[in-house]
């Protein structure tokens, strides 16, 4: 059968494919437990600077596994509460996640496959790609991923989705801004997922981890209070070392020094050097 997350490496990209196909990559304890180290390794490894998630067979994930869910009325009240455990804590980790996550989706992402989705920053479809929260028509309700997808979706929308069960392809995806790009097949797919690798691969890594913690934060506060812990969380950025290297870099028309040398920097169009 062999791991539950398969682990290959595409440059700087780190790819973690959920492995149990035949099941259609449920989210039990074994693989979410694999997930979760694959993700705390890829976050470690400094030759890493994004992550993509993918899936091997025609699912992405169908979420929960039916199998187990059906036997927890019958588990004493703290076994049923600590089930899904495992699943809360590749939320968080998705939160604080210290570089760009990229999910593959080029099959059914239902249920809990749909929350991990909707957990990553950057989401590719492929055109065999469905969304779906099913989890109504089965007695349960999408408890969890409404963390992750109320801030990927307009609040109606996922409502609907969340009340009625029904699913919607890439393309509608793609226009509520849940999937950022729709792409027309598997090497397409693939080749998108490089394109967004290599732009990471150009940027300030404490910019990233530090900016992704902070948009996190910031998206949840009234205005004026996000624009006064604004303030405050700038001065991580004054005080960092990557902001006086990437100005000099910039001033200097040379590439920043977390910037490959095979990615030279590009003239914008008043033809001084934009680093990007």
């Known amino acids: 059968m062999g791991p539950a997350v398969l682990r290959t490496q595409r440059g700087t990209l780190a790819v973690l494919t959920l492995n149990r196909a035949a099941d259609r990559n449920p989210l039990n304890a074994e693989l979410t437990s694999a997930l979760l180290a694959a993700l705390r390794e ?13 899936a091997d067979g025609p699912a992405f994930s169908a979420g929960g596994d039916l199998r187990q869910m059906k036997e927890l009325a019958a588990m004493p009240a703290e076994d049923a509460w600590a089930w899904p455990a495992g699943i809360v804590e590749l939320h968080h980790l998705a939160l604080e996640a210290p570089k760009p996550l990229i999910a593959l989706v080029d099959g059914p992402a239902y249920a809990g496959g749909m929350g991990l989705a909707g957990a990553c920053d ?4 492929g055109p065999r790609a469905s969304f779906a929260m099913p989890e109504v028509r089965l007695g349960l309700f999408p408890m969890i991923i409404v963390a992750h997808l109320v ?3 307009p609040r109606k929308l996922l409502l609907d989705l969340m009340l009625t069960g029904r699913a919607i392809d890439g393309a509608e995806a793609e226009r509520a801004g849940l999937v950022s790009r729709l792409c027309a097949d598997g090497d397409a797919l693939w080749a998108t997922a490089d394109e967004y ?27 004026p209070q996000a ?13 960092g070392t990557d902001l006086a ?9 040379r590439p920043a020094p977390w910037v490959p040398t095979d990615h030279p920097p590009r003239p914008d169009r008043s033809g001084t050097s934009t680093g990007e």
């Open 151 to 153: 801030r990927a979706l």
């Open 122 to 125: 950057v989401v590719l479809a």
């Open 197 to 223: 690798a290599a732009m990471f691969e150009q940027t300030s890594p404490m910019a990233l981890r530090l900016g992704r913690r902070a948009f996190g934060l910031l998206a949840d506060l009234p205005a």
């Open 42 to 54: 890829a976050f470690a490894d400094d030759t890493v600077r994004s992550v993509a998630i993918a």
């Open 245 to 253: 290297e990437g100005a000099a870099a910039f001033l200097d028309r």
């Open 227 to 239: 624009l006064d812990a604004a303030q405050f969380l700038n001065l991580a950025f004054f005080h």
